[in-house]
C-alpha cells in the first residue's frame, strides 16, 4: 500500500508541472490513504483452487491470471474470490464441473504475467483463461505502452495453449474513496488510458475483453461500502460476485458457447472502444 500511493502521488505531482506546493499536497494525502487503507488482510487471498461442482463432472478447466484483484484478496472465503465466483457461475451455466488453478499474485504488476504462466506445470491446457492486471502497473508509473505489449504476450501464449481468454481491462481507479482529490481523480485518468490500452492489445492478440470500468466501476463508486472489502481498496465478497456476473458473458463466449454480450464486452477483432 505505501508503494502504491507513493507512486502515484510521484506521477501525479511530475504530471502537473513539478509544483512544490503540489508535491507536497499529494504526498500528504498520499501518507493519509496509506494510514485509511491499511493491510487488514494481509498479503494473501484465500486458496480457491479445486474442482468446483463435482456433481456435473466432465471438468473445465479455469486458470486465473494477473493481480490481487484475480487472486481474490479481500475475499473472507474461497467461495467469494473471483475464481470461486467465476467457477460456480460458469459451472451453472454450463452444467460442468470447473477445476479452477490460479497463478495470480497479490501485487502483479503486467511484467510478471509471463513469470505467472512459466509456473504452470508441463501440459497443462486451461479451456479458458480470466486475466485481470494492471492497477499496479498505473501506481507504479510503468508506461502504458510497455504495460499493454506485456499483455498482449501474455495473451498469445495462452492462446497458443489452447485457451479461450478473456481480459478485464484495469478497473477505475477513481473509486477508492480513501484515496482524497486531486490525487483520485489523476488515479482515474491513468486508469482509463491503460484501460483503453490494454483492450486495443488484448483483442488484437486474440483475447475477449471486458470493461471493469465501465460494467461494474458504476457500482463501486455507488455502493462503497457493500462492494469493497474492510481495507476500501480491494472487492468485498459482493464486490467479487458482481464483478464476476459481469467476466461471465465473454467466459461463455470464449469457450464458444452461444451468448449475447452486453455493453463493455467486446470480442476478439472488433475495434477498441466501439
Not at 480470466?130 to 495473451?155: F, I, Q
Request: hydrophobic share 45%; aromatic share 4%.
Amino acid at each position: 500500500m505505501r508503494r502504491w500511493t507513493t507512486g502515484l502521488a510521484l506521477a501525479a505531482a511530475g504530471g502537473l508541472a513539478g509544483a512544490t506546493a503540489t508535491r507536497g499536497l499529494l504526498r500528504r494525502q498520499a501518507a493519509a490513504a496509506r494510514r485509511v487503507i491499511g493491510k487488514p488482510h494481509g498479503e494473501a487471498a484465500p486458496d480457491a483452487d479445486r474442482v468446483w461442482r463435482t456433481k456435473y463432472g466432465d471438468p473445465l478447466d479455469l486458470l486465473l491470471v494477473g493481480d490481487s484483484i484475480a487472486a481474490g484478496l479481500g475475499a473472507g472465503r474461497p467461495k467469494e474470490t473471483l475464481g470461486g465466483r467465476v467457477a460456480r457461475a460458469l459451472a451453472k451455466a454450463t452444467r460442468r464441473s470447473v477445476r479452477l488453478r490460479t497463478v495470480a499474485r497479490v501485487g502483479a504488476e503486467s511484467s510478471m504475467l509471463a513469470e505467472q504462466l512459466a509456473s504452470l506445470p508441463p501440459g497443462y491446457r486451461p479451456d479458458v483463461a480470466v486475466v485481470v492486471v494492471g492497477g499496479n502497473d498505473v501506481t507504479h508509473r510503468v508506461p502504458v505502452a510497455e504495460s499493454a505489449a506485456h499483455l498482449a504476450d501474455a495473451v498469445a501464449a495462452l492462446r497458443e495453449l489452447g485457451a479461450g481468454v478473456v481480459v478485464g481491462t484495469c478497473p477505475d481507479l477513481g473509486a477508492l474513496r480513501p484515496v482524497p482529490q486531486p490525487l483520485r481523480a489523476l488515479g482515474s485518468r491513468a486508469s482509463r488510458q491503460l484501460a483503453l490500452a490494454q483492450e486495443a492489445a488484448a483483442l488484437g492478440a486474440g483475447a475477449h475483453t471486458v470493461s471493469l470500468a465501465q460494467v461494474v466501476g458504476p457500482f463501486f463508486i455507488t455502493n462503497p461500502d457493500e462492494m469493497f472489502s474492510l481495507d476500501r481498496f480491494h472487492p468485498s465478497a459482493v464486490g467479487y460476485q458482481r464483478t464476476a456476473k459481469a467476466l461471465l458473458p465473454s467466459v461463455l463466449a470464449a469457450l464458444g458457447v452461444p451468448v449475447d454480450v452486453p455493453f463493455g464486452h467486446r470480442h476478439p477483432g472488433s475495434h477498441p472502444g466501439r
